[in-house]
């Protein structure tokens, strides 16, 4: 098929939510490389939204998932499963939690998330505990729950009424934050640098205050790291960078590779609270999706990639402010390893993500004012000073 084609097909039969599209479609993936229809060749700079963290087609991802779709798919959580039990088990070793609740989807982790600070509250007896404060430009989900969560407009109002009990505040703001607390607070939820809205960091200071004021009232600390866990950030984890531990927090997006699957992952006090029947699933962590995070954490520790990620963050950044020297129309760099964010002074984010794509090069865009790089954690130098002189000529073409 064309693209042209495909394009046609999209139009008539697929429901219109995605706009008009980047004008490629991709046959083929191998490490940071894509091929479209016509066999031309792009640096993937975006890693299907921070997803692909081995990049695409990874052997050891490719080579566990076939030996795994020969066995076993899926049989429901009505039956004991060895992925997913080796995958909980993972992450418990490496991250604060005590016990894991696997999901398909990032909105789907932070609904668990949200139901489980409720029951937990609940089970206590604080049937009044139930209100949940996020922060201003969050992004939690596409969910009527998680859309509620989300602290922005455009994605809550046409869809009222939405699930209640949430408010919104600004980010880094601590007066804000004791402000909106009442004794009806059960959790703050945020995440550690916010990605769809431009990848803005939470202020370590902001954080350190944050959990003091949750410890003082019972209120329970959620992290959406959906976005920044799983080595994103240059740790393996994004609360890693703030010396705090969470009492709940979610992954998905990179967890499997390309698979879907998220994941609840909580501390043992606040985990017990679910307890026969209270929350469950169908999909969520099946022999196929857990063999795929198991792939991914394993190569993951075994190739030093959360270490890359923090080296080529550190090279990209250096990179990039060389960049911001020559190019007064980059105003900022943001973020931490591998979450990176441009803030440009004029509105052109759209245009320059459109001529990357034709020099061959995948970056995301926020509105007009952010571009947005995600790669794989496999990314080299090499693939970064590329990506950097198409960016340089760009720039000198705009700037002139
Ligand atoms: C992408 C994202 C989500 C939603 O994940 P889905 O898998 O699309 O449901 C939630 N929170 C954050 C921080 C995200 O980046």
Redesign the pocket.
Known sequence: MTLQEIIGLDKQYFMNVFGDRNPVCFKRGKGMLLWDLEDKVYYDFLGG?AVNVLGHSHPKLVEALKSQLEKLLHTSNLYYIESQAKLAKILVENSCADKIFFAN????A?EGAIKLARIYFKKKGFNHKYEIITLKNS????TMT?VAATGQEKYQKPYYPITPGFKHVEINNIEALKEAITPSTCAVML?PIQ??SGVNPVDYEYMHELKKICEENDILLIL?E??TGIGRTGKLFGYLHYDIEPDIFTL??ALGGGIPI?AVCAKEHVANAFEPGDHGSTFGGNPFACTAGLAVMKTIFNDGLVENAKKMGEYFKEKLNQLKERHSIISEIRGKGLMIGIELSIDNAREITRKLLYKGFLVGNVGEKVLRILPPLIVTSEDIDKLIASIDEILSEISV
């Open positions: 939204i989807s990032g909105a789907e932070n992004f939690h989900g596409r998680t995440e990605g769809e959406d959906v976005q998905a997006k998220g």
